[in-house]
């Protein structure tokens, strides 16, 4: 990264006007899609070891006694614990625990249950968890008691009761039902966790059938109890059973709530771990009853919405209520019970009849699907439906609004419908756009229409209540523009890609205060707010450009360019241009204008920065009291005092060995003196000196260089001889050191915060932790000129961000910064680094926005030799974007003996030009 008279990265800005009603929305989805219900109070799992029973109570039984009664196995008497609400019991994996009973007794109100059985789950574990029982409800209870028995006398190893603490129960309240849905209380309503990284979700290809189950816990729980009980269940199962998450797709209490199980959307085929049969897992939705089935009928709440849920989730997939299919090696009917996959009691008896039964589960779902009692499902969830979930990913957020305007939040999809308008979704480059301005609540309002193909091959629409989004095709990206108001009015009525603009090149930006301009290939549109005048001229977006010259008599090539630097991203001249002036932006709306689509996050870290001045392979130091020195390999701190043997040190340093490279040693001198090994001290590796404040790092040639943290010497590998030196920093400190280097400390607040968090982003994405240093203090990666660079401004600007970063999908963005982009940002690798309009570099007062220079042509002649004498020079591909049709991408250079095409990148730095938009002048 180039200091800043050499390099800038830039930012879009997208300017919402109030005399349009429009709203600057800088996280439009994080607002839409925010779920329901604050963040809940985890639960708390406690789990006790239950102890191996003495070998005289396990005898193994001979032939003659094979028959006998269980042997106890292990046991847990009677236990004072902590307060819990829910228990079960685990154990390491072992093939031979099919015939352990475990027995739980518990301690409510100073009263100890009866001894009551837990239902065992063996099947096959997909997620690497660990077999146990059914949990049981206890309510608040606060003692324990386990007990174990086996007929073969066999004993698990690994036993743990686990104890669940789910804290106060969420006051929770049904997802208003769709038409067909029946109403869902969510997961963010009844306090669930993130769940395991095992399950990101993982999704099958179609739901084919239903699995019924019964949790085997309480029946006598109360309906303020049951998310609590809910919420234990998913602890137990993530804690105690290592599973990714709960492991139903949905619970239904006595009362007919029905909860969102495992994370992934409630229409999506999500893996869950309810059958011990992975295909089955995929390709079935997992429904518990949350109770004990064996004797006791479910209440008819919990039957019609147990009905009404499957027969929701089998008209998604078309599914019939009867019937049969084979997977996993079973052949199941459409609605089975656990037992049918797997050895288990499992649902209990009573729901496993009722499964059945005339007038059961089965019926009750044909008689539903077949429009008996309740209607098709909405059409927002058939479009889901219809898209699968490999298009929309996973539900973020269940449908939504009034009987006029519905919908719901996907991960990669937003869907709609709207009265008079249907049904349509908006995806990829399009959505990205939507919700860049607003989605639903901004400026475009709602989808009309699904993606249209336009007269030019190149451009596609989709329409909006408002206006529309042209999504362009580039050779190497898609770049979307939202159009709106009159200006989307002009445009349509001009024919749009095919007409005599062509296609567009920037969405709606105010270029000054009341005026809104729209760029197209072959023109621009412009809006004077206050009089509603609209104004189209075919200017053109670019100039023609002299792509091809003859080398003068005089030898020297006179060209014409625009910027400085690469273009991509943040440019620093735009940036401070945004924060002063009539727009006075701050730097979150300068940094989402230029890496649109991203976030802010707070991010914490140490960095290892390669100190390249420190040409040696000493690290030497100033004494500067208060210093240590750590052997990293033996895990020693040192102190060092400031005097030895009575007078003072000068410096200290770490040397490598000559007689033995492979390892360094500790020495020290006084002022003018000789180096002296300190005693006892031999680093076979790594080595650092630290300090409550800064480090003096002496250079070779005796300057002094300040920095924070730890000053390293570290082998380059394991083989090295010699040692670079490595300064451990932390992100703060590190962007103390960048930032002054990169943009002037007398430049605006707001661009310095700005440049701050770029900074800090682009060190963290551009890490490596596979080498011995992070990153590296040149123009390679960014400069870094530690404490003797800082200033109190740009201290400010980083002490004002702390720990702010720029993200996207969740990771540190490509922040790219350049100097200046001439006024058109150019494109990078990242879907937020877009080549279009840049406004803010534009306005700004930059002597690089537009500049000329002339080259010798024995420059080139220098540089590629075979050419002999250079006589010509043609440009042969550009961008195609912006003056003289964008960035050089490629130029043919043509001599006496021969000729060669180079990258715009190569010409650039073999001419010296300011950057890659250039042509002959």
């Known amino acids: 990264m180039h200091s800043w008279r050499l390099l800038r990265r830039a930012l879009p800005f997208t300017m919402v006007l109030v005399l349009l009603g429009a709203v600057l929305v800088t996280n439009a989805r994080a607002t839409l899609d925010a779920q329901d219900g604050a963040a809940a109070k985890p639960a708390v799992v406690h789990e006790q070891d239950v102890p191996r029973a003495p070998a005289a109570t396990t005898k193994q039984p001979t032939a003659k006694t094979k028959t006998s009664r269980p042997a106890v196995v292990a046991q847990l008497p009677e236990t004072t614990v902590r307060s819990f609400s829910m228990l079960g019991v685990t154990w390491d994996p072992d093939a031979r625990s099919a015939d352990l009973a475990v027995e739980v007794r518990w301690r409510h109100d100073g009263r100890w249950s009866s001894w009551t059985p837990l239902d065992l789950e063996l099947g096959p574990d997909v997620e690497g968890g660990r077999p146990g029982t059914e949990p049981q409800w206890t309510d608040a209870s606060d003692g324990v008691a386990v007990r174990v028995t ?406 020297s090539i006179a060209l014409k360019g625009h910027g400085y630097g690469h273009g991509i991203g943040m440019s620093q001249y735009g940036a401070q241009s945004a924060a002063g002036g009539w727009r006075q932006l701050t730097y979150d709306k300068i940094l989402a204008y230029y890496y649109p689509g991203t976030a802010l996050a707070t991010k914490t870290a140490n960095l290892r920065v390669l100190i390249s001045k420190d040409t040696s392979s000493d690290v030497v130091v100033k004494d500067s009291g208060s210093m240590t020195v750590r052997d990293v390999s033996a895990a020693k701190t040192t102190t060092l005092s400031s005097t030895y043997g009575g007078t003072a040190v000068s410096e200290w340093r770490i040397v490598v060995r000559s007689a033995k490279p492979s390892e360094s040693w500790l020495q020290y001198r006084y002022s003018g003196g000789a180096w002296k090994r300190y005693p006892n001290l031999t680093f076979k590796g790594s080595a650092y000196f630290k300090r409550p404040g800064a480090l003096k790092l002496v250079l070779p040639g005796g300057s002094v260089a300040r920095y924070w943290g730890e000053m390293w010497s570290v082998k380059p590998s394991s083989t090295s001889t010699t040692r670079d030196t490595i300064n451990k920093v932390s992100l703060e400190y590190y962007a103390r050191g960048v930032v002054p280097r990169e943009m002037p400390s007398s430049w605006r607040a707001e661009a310095l915060k700005a440049q701050a968090v770029a900074a800090r982003t682009y060190a963290l994405r551009t890490s490596n932790a596979s080498r011995y240093y992070d990153v590296c203090d040149t123009t390679s990666c960014q400069v870094y000129g530690g404490v003797d660079d800082e200033t109190s401004a740009t201290n400010a600007a980083v002490a004002g961000t702390k720990g702010k970063i720029v993200t996207y999908d969740g990771k540190p963005a490509l922040t790219q910064f350049s100097s200046s982009s001439g006024g058109r940002s150019a494109a990078g690798s990242e879907p937020y680094l877009k080549d279009k309009l840049d406004t803010f570099d534009l306005e700004s007062e930059n002597a690089n926005l537009n500049w000329s220079v002339s080259v010798a042509a024995s420059k080139l002649e220098k540089a590629y030799p075979s050419i002999g004498t250079l006589r010509s020079l043609a440009v042969t591909k550009r961008t195609g974007y912006g003056d003289f049709g964008g960035r050089v991408v490629s130029l043919k250079l043509v001599g006496s003996k021969g000729s060669t095409t180079i990258s715009g990148s190569t010409a650039r730095s073999v001419m010296g030009l300011k950057s890659t938009w250039f042509a002959f002048d």
Not at 266 to 273: F, Q
Not at 323 to 334: A, D, F, I, Q, V
Not at 446 to 471: A, C, E, M
Not at 474 to 491: Q, T
Request: contains cysteine; glycine residues 12%; proline residues 5%.
């Open 150 to 555: 086996s007929t073969s006398g066999h004993k698990p190893s690994g036993l743990r009761v686990a104890m669940i603490d789910p804290g106060a129960g969420a006051d929770v309240r049904p997802v208003a039902a769709t038409v067909g849905q029946p109403a869902i209380i969510m997961r963010s309503q009844w306090g669930a966790s993130a769940g395991g990284t095992c399950s990101s979700p993982v999704y099958g290809a179609t739901t084919l059938g239903a699995v019924i189950h019964h949790t085997a816990g309480s029946n006598t729980y109360t309906k303020a109890q049951s998310a609590s009980i809910v919420k234990a269940t998913q602890a137990y199962h993530i804690n105690s059973r290592d599973w990714c998450d709960i492991g139903y797709n949905f619970l239904v209490d006595k009362y007919g709530q029905i909860f969102e199980g495992r994370k992934g959307g409630i229409t999506k085929p999500v893996r869950a771990a309810h059958s011990g049969n992975d295909p089955v897992n995929q390709e079935t939705m997992g429904v518990s009853l949350m109770g004990t089935f064996t004797s006791t009928e479910p209440t008819a709440a919990m039957k019609d919405s147990v009905a009404k849920l499957v027969a929701w989730r089998f008209a998604l997939y078309n599914r019939p209520a009867k019937g049969t299919y084979s997977l996993g090696g079973k052949t199941l009917n459409r609605i089975a019970g656990h037992r049918n996959v797997v050895s288990t009691e499992c649902p209990g008896a009573k729901v496993y009849a009722w499964l059945s039964a005339s007038g059961g589960l089965r019926d009750s779902v044909e008689k539903i699907l077949a429009g008996g009692t309740t209607t098709q499902p909405s059409p927002i969830a058939q479009l889901a439906a219809q898209l699968g979930p490999e298009k929309t990913g996973a539900l973020v957020k269940a449908e939504y609004g009034s009987d006029r305007e519905r919908r719901a939040n996907y991960e990669k999809v937003d869907i709609m419908w709207a009265e008079g308008f249907g049904t349509h979704y908006v995806a990829g480059t399009f959505r990205t756009e939507w919700l860049r301005l607003g989605s639903s609540a901004g400026q475009l309002d709602f989808i009309t229409s699904n993606q249209l193909s336009t007269s030019d091959p190149n451009v596609t629409v989709q329409r909006f209540k408002n206006g529309s989004i042209y999504r362009v095709k580039s050779p190497d990206r898609f770049d979307a523009y939202g159009l709106w108001g009159p200006i989307a009015e002009k445009y349509k009525a001009s024919d749009e890609a095919g007409g005599v603009l062509g296609a567009p090149r920037s969405s709606i930006d105010e270029v000054k205060p009341g005026v809104l301009k729209a760029t197209f290939d072959k023109g621009f549109i412009q809006l004077d707010v206050a009089t509603g005048t609209v104004t189209q001229e075919l200017t053109g977006t670019s100039s023609t450009p002299t792509d091809s010259v003859t080398v003068p008599s005089s030898r």
